[in-house]
């Protein structure tokens, strides 16, 4: 690898820093083993490890520009340098649409400073960004681990002759028809019991299961082995 771009002033009078284009872009590393001077698709594409049909999108997303040379497709230093900030910011997460607001953004930078502030800020945010996800990750994590937490005692809700976590086959025959999904009002009517029975027999079933509610109940059950 190598930097490039160190100095804004390397590309000042270069033929492809038009007006409307950034003047200042962050200073970069470009792959190794490009060529100097103007680059040839096909090398572009295997510098950055894309496809041409990667490149020909980003053009129709106005992130980069190719020339032309006879009929050979190329792409300029400035838009070489483009590349190498979009391939960063693709590597980690940036979506096209900020990218394209990143770009913008460079193309009223009034120096090489601003313009690596700008791109240190972008890179920040989506720091951020990954941290909220990460952050939602370990929560869901979390919850899910504490679904799936056997009893303090792993065997005691398979087993009638170990006390009070042990199932009876009522509270078996309960937790199979919860397991099918059946509301109370149809618990009691296939269990041939009361609507208020059923609700203490289900109330007693998620307590020894030590779970928040019937899916827990059920969920630790299959774990188990209790119920199929």
Excluded: W
């Excluded at 032309?68 to 649409?97: K, Q, S």
């Excluded at 690596?116 to 720091?127: N, P, S």
């Excluded at 951020?128 to 809700?157: C, K, N």
């Excluded at 041939?192 to 020894?208: D, N, P, W």
């Amino acid at each position: 690898m190598r930097e490039i771009y160190a100095r804004s002033e390397d590309r000042e009078n270069t033929p492809e820093a038009k007006p409307g284009r950034a003047r200042f872009l962050p200073a970069v590393r470009l792959p190794e083993g490009l060529p100097e001077g103007p680059v040839a698709i096909a090398d572009m594409a295997n510098a950055f490890g894309v496809t041409h049909r990667t490149l020909h999108f980003y053009e129709e997303k106005n992130l980069i520009k190719a020339g032309r040379i006879g009929l050979m497709r190329v792409y300029h230093a400035h838009d070489v340098h483009l590349m190498a900030i979009i391939t960063l910011a693709r590597e980690v997460g940036m979506p096209i649409a900020t990218i394209q607001e990143l770009m913008a953004e460079l193309e009223q930078a009034d120096s090489q400073e601003e313009a690596d502030a700008l791109f240190m800020e972008a890179l920040m945010v989506r720091k951020r960004e990954l941290m909220a996800s990460l952050s939602t990750v370990h929560r869901q994590m979390q919850q899910i681990t504490h679904l799936v937490d056997r009893p303090e005692d792993p065997h005691a809700a398979g087993n009638d002759n170990e006390g009070d976590g042990a199932l009876s086959p009522l509270e078996i025959q309960c937790l199979e028809l919860m397991a099918e999904g059946l509301t109370p009002v149809r618990l009691a009517r296939s269990m041939a019991m009361e609507v208020r029975e059923v609700q203490a027999l289900e109330a007693g079933i998620i307590q020894k299961f030590n779970a928040h509610n019937r899916f827990q109940a059920v969920a630790k059950a299959v774990l188990l082995g209790i119920i199929k």
